[in-house]
């Protein structure tokens, strides 16, 4: 987790490539979440992310298994409402960046610091700006 210098505790959220490579076992995410539990950090994915990931095969049996070691936090009316928030915001896309836009916002609603996975950083990176924040206290979007 080069770059940034996190301390104890905050949230580590995955994408739907974060949490698709990590039923894979990609090295670098698992690293990634390693690092997490040494910091007791909480390691989520927002319910919207299982809608990308999972197809109701054979397939799905590893992300299951990845899925009980990890927080699945719910998409709340409150949550849809920040994230249609963002887009108008952001002006991206409802039809292309809405699920995006859920996991944005999941992000910025976790206790800090936050480091978000994903394979989509340009458009998060947009959606979890925070420019009255100080850079070290922003959801961190690094790509996998």
């Given at each position: 987790m080069a770059g940034r210098r996190l301390g104890v505790g905050g949230t580590l959220v995955l994408d739907s490539e974060g949490l698709s490579k990590l039923a894979a076992g990609d090295p670098r995410v698992r690293a990634y979440v390693e690092t997490a539990h040494q910091?007791?950090?909480?390691?989520v994915v927002s319910a919207i992310t299982l809608t990308e990931v999972l197809r109701g095969?054979?397939?799905d049996a590893t992300v299951h298994?990845?899925?009980a070691r990890l927080?699945?936090?719910?998409v709340t009316p409150e949550l849809?409402?920040?994230a249609g928030e963002l887009l108008g915001a952001t002006g991206l896309s409802g039809h292309r960046c809405a699920i995006d836009s859920v996991v944005a916002a999941t992000a910025l609603g976790a206790p800090r610091p936050v480091l978000l996975l994903t394979s989509d950083p340009d458009d998060l990176d947009r959606l979890v700006e925070e420019p009255g924040r100080a850079k070290e206290a922003r959801v961190a979007v690094v790509r996998v």
């Open positions: 910091r007791r950090a909480r390691v095969g054979p397939r298994r990845v899925l927080v699945t936090l719910p849809a409402r920040a």
